[in-house]
């Protein structure tokens, strides 16, 4: 059963937080909603997420060492 994680988890095979979706065996899905882990997620299973882009400034190196060795 496809579930929407309401708190964070972490296991031997996974590690979720609030919001991830991931699919678990129908006994483990029961167990995590009536402990508020989770709750049953809408729709299909979860598309790949696009790449997250790093804010800030590039790691530029200036090629221009300023040294007088001509």
Partial sequence: ??????????GPE???????EYEFEDAE????IEAGFAEKADGEAPAAAPAA?????????STETGDAAD
């Fill in 1 to 10: 059963m496809l579930l929407k994680m309401t708190a964070g988890l972490s």
């Fill in 14 to 20: 996974f590690n979720l937080k609030p919001g991830d």
């Fill in 29 to 32: 899905a029961a167990r995590l």
């Fill in 53 to 61: 882009k790093k804010k800030g400034k590039a790691n530029v190196v």
